[in-house]
């Protein structure tokens, strides 16, 4: 039997994670552009999100969401399955992602092995290499860093003065350290300690270095990329603008020159480093000259746009809605004979991929009271589901009718793929262990019912591979 391997779970999980950054970095590209006359604190702001779904594993949902896409379009079964299991709620996509791949091996093919699990396994490796080539070069970059500070001199409190270096940057995350070319001039090192003081009070040197990390996870999407260079372009202006924010136009002019003379044209993947001259000096420059004060209204409306923009994209859309709990509450039942409200339930409830429900069955005659649900699929789906750590969608609904049934002892699911029959059960006492409660507790009520269906649907359930 086919085993999955948990770095094909975090792998497919990382891809949906990806997919789903997509969207919320076009999103916040638009409002940027939106947003290009308020202070570029606020578009500065807008990258939280971004960077809270590339590293964040776990689905948030609430009633406000601007997410208009599926947080998961890969199922988790992918690699089982006949065809590619991609959905990520956009016509077109879904209408085109199906054809990519092939469903079925390759003629003369003895292996067993889908193409699609061969192909997610190639692009798993990748990743992964990916991920050490990213590693390897922030290290040696670092290295490089550092071996060019030899012989710094400390100037005054945590700023240094080297001979061997061009840029000023900030080193350090627990105590940074402020690195200056030695040949700069009084005035110069005045403009440029503000500003890398700047970035240390608003913690950019720690937000860089996890806007990197995040960066090697996602090595693979250009979007990230787009992201992480808009996102410390946003950090460099916004920085500027705090430091300016208090001088005459005389001291704006000065500080333009400084940032120009000060401009490499060089860009620091390695994160830790926040170099002065970094980023696009044309822009920089052209935001410095022309500063003013933003207008009440204007940072109001920026603010309010930035924090329901956050907000938004930081959750998904609810999917246990009081339209499911209410359609499911309508047969909560005392008894596990009462066949027609425990038909309600079992037709009711969702199914993975490529599994149809059939029918159900009922022991009522002595305790252990059971419902067993017949279910046809396909032999790759079959063998996915056959593996305990796979189980999660099925518990889930065991979970849910458990929670209705109220002298029901056990849910036993029977996948059939026409020629071979795999069942799972699971009882009560594992599921109300699993759920830390009562489950006929949480029925008593459309109140409570809805929130258990949402606390159940964000659940990664992994079940424990059972002994033998």
Known sequence: METMFPTDLVFIKVLN?????????????????LLRKAPKAYSYGLWSVVLFRLVCPVSLQGVFSLVRIKPNPIADSIMHSEGPQMSPGIGLVDKTSRPVLPSQPPAGDVTGISPIRLWVSIAR???????????????????RIRSKLTGAVRHRDNIY???????????????????LPSDLSEKEQEFVILHELTHIKR??????????????????NPFV????????KDMEMSCDEKVISSMDAGSRVEYSQVLLNLSTGKRMVAAVPIAFGEGEAKSRLKNVLNYRKPEWWVVAVALVTVVAVVIGLAVNPRTGDKGLASTLLQYRTEYVGNAPKVGGIVTTLEYPANVEYCHFSLQTDT??????????????????????????????????MLSLIRNADSVMFMLDDGTRTHAMEFTRSMAESFMGGNLWAYSESQEQFDGFLETLDSMEICLPESDG
């Open 17 to 33: 994670m990806s997919l789903t950054s997509v969207y919320v970095i076009l999103f916040v590209v638009a409002v940027r552009f």
């Open 125 to 143: 490796t990748i990743w992964l290499l990916g991920i050490a080539l990213m590693l390897v070069y922030g290290v040696v970059s670092l290295i």
């Open 161 to 179: 003065l080297a001979d061997h270096i061009d840029t000023p940057f900030v080193i350090g995350l627990i105590r940074p350290k402020i690195c």
């Open 203 to 220: 913690l950019d040197h720690i937000a860089k270095v996890i806007a990197f990390l995040a960066l090697v996870l996602h090595w693979f």
């Open 225 to 232: 990329w787009l992201a992480f260079f808009l996102s410390v």
């Open 367 to 400: 305790p252990p009271y059971s419902v067993t649900l017949y279910l046809n699929t396909d032999a790759d789906t079959l063998r996915f589901y056959s593996e305990d750590i796979n189980q999660g969608p099925f518990f889930k609904n065991a979970v849910i």
